[in-house]
């Protein structure tokens, strides 16, 4: 019976033109990108025995003999060189012409395969390749082109942790990858790590990852897109450089076009979420940062972008913009809400109560801050929503001497947090926390000093940043 897969593997590389394999032939021979003896032998043979006849077939005993100098080969061991080879000449394919006019002999000649839907090594090649690689990357309007690019980089990428090649491997790859590849590799790379981030463990597994920590900076420093998606990854953790921090939120302050909404509306969250994080920043300075953030983030809606923003966001903006007294700035963004907002109706309703509640309990007018707080309670359907604006009553209630309201409240919002089936765990742990440090605040004597400063320690350990200060000026008053 004749077999399909070996004269498939010779009809791939039949497409090499004479030149195209003496250069193919240096490829294999390159220590950069094969260190592998048997590929190389087994291209000769092809090339000796199959090319120069034009003969289809391979004869597996023969070939293996050559490979291994007379001694018996089983037809596992051979498959896995076939791969091999077969993987080596994708990856000369994507190296060979980059920027080369699509329709050359042996794009074509390989698309024409794909296209039947035959079994064949390429199939087979890209399935596994993509199930290794995040499924989006590409997207659907993927060319064949990017596809090739992007397994040449997957196998250089793991030719460099195989120990097959140099440390700087990825160099010839990397120059060579069109910005559209390398940007999907940096955004999915930046998801990976967050998600990891999320679940609490290292993303060791993600290729994407991995060849983020190897990219040189020069690589990106010329295209401002490019270099926003790398500093997003250098800047994930608590502590990051400095430097890229400064560049990060240029960039992205600056990043008014060439993105579609969605794009640029994910590029100001995930550069707000790392300047969040960021452990060196003082109060002031991080919050000043997020300010001027959050303030070009609102010009780009401002000016016509599709989208919107969410309601987190302006609890963030309203938030901070109080906490630095910028009242008459928050006044004039208050009243663009209801046009900036990607919501409508009830949910507008309570998004402008709440916020407008916090306004006015950081301008200290603590009655107006009520009213507002009251009227969140039976509508907010955002858990957050829920649980912030109790919060916000009860140091309200205590500011304005209300100690029936606060008492009543404190049990009713214990009982709120115990039965809420929509409190995830952390929140509900977050929020009964919260209420028994506001007990003690309020019970613990002036000067029992040694108190204070146990109950200082657990409050700087509070999430909840809105009650966490409240405390604190509490218990240094």
């Known amino acids: 019976m004749r077999n399909t897969r070996h004269s498939k593997l010779i009809y791939f590389l039949a497409t090499l033109s004479p030149t195209d394999r003496k250069s193919f032939r240096e490829f294999l021979a390159s220590p950069i990108f094969n260190k592998q003896e048997p590929p190389r032998l087994l291209f000769a043979f092809i090339e000796k025995h199959c090319l120069k006849e034009e003969i289809n077939e391979l004869d597996a005993q023969k070939a293996g003999q050559f490979i291994w100098k007379g001694k018996k080969a089983t037809p596992s061991k051979l498959e896995k060189v076939k791969s091999r080879l077969l993987a080596l000449f994708m990856e000369y394919l994507a190296f060979r012409n980059w920027q080369g006019d699509k329709q050359n002999h042996q794009i074509r000649q390989v698309e024409e395969l794909i ?146 909404a969605q794009e640029m509306y994910d590029i100001f969250t995930g550069t707000i979420n790392n300047f969040s994080r960021q452990k060196q920043l003082d109060d002031r300075d991080l919050l000043e940062r997020l300010f001027h953030l959050y303030e070009a983030m609102i010009q780009v809606y401002a000016i016509g972008k599709d989208g919107g923003l969410v309601p987190w966001h302006v609890k963030n903006i309203v938030f901070i913009a109080a906490r630095l007294g910028k009242f008459d700035w928050l006044d004039e963004f208050m009243d663009q809400v209801p046009a900036l907002l990607r919501v409508t109706g009830e949910a507008l309703e309570t998004t402008m109560d709440y916020n407008l509640g916090v306004e006015q309990f950081y301008q200290g007018n603590f009655e107006g801050a009520i009213r507002h707080f009251h009227r969140v309670l039976p509508t907010a359907r955002d858990i957050f929503y829920a649980t912030d604006a109790r919060a916000y009553l009860l140091m309200a209630f205590y500011e304005t001497g209300d100690t029936l309201g606060m008492e009543s409240l404190l049990h009713s919002f214990r009982m709120f947090i115990s039965r809420g089936q929509k409190v995830s765990e952390t929140h509900r742990k977050t929020y009964m926390t919260f209420m028994r440090l506001f007990r003690k605040a309020l019970t613990i004597p002036r000067h029992e000093k040694l108190r204070l400063q146990e109950l200082k320690a657990e409050i700087e350990g509070l999430s909840f940043s809105a009650g966490k200060l409240w405390l604190l000026q509490r218990i240094r008053a």
């Open 115 to 260: 296209r039947m839907g035959e079994e064949s090594y390429i199939d087979q090649y890209f399935r596994k390749a993509e199930t290794g690689m995040d499924p989006q990357v590409g997207g659907p309007q993927e060319t064949y082109l990017h596809r090739l690019q992007l397994a040449a980089l997957q196998l250089s990428h793991a030719h460099l942790h195989q120990g097959r090649t140099t440390n700087n491997s990825l160099v010839p790859v990397l120059n060579a990858l069109d910005a559209y590849i390398l940007a999907n590799v940096l955004k999915f790379a930046f998801i990976d790590a967050n998600r990891a981030r999320i679940l609490g463990h290292k993303s060791e597994g993600i290729w994407c990852t991995r060849v983020v920590e190897e990219l040189p900076y020069e690589f990106v420093q010329q295209q401002p897109f490019l270099e926003i998606y790398f500093l997003l990854n250098q800047t994930i953790s608590k502590d990051s450089d400095p430097e890229y921090l400064d560049r990060l939120q240029e960039l992205t302050i600056h990043a008014t076009s060439g993105y579609d």
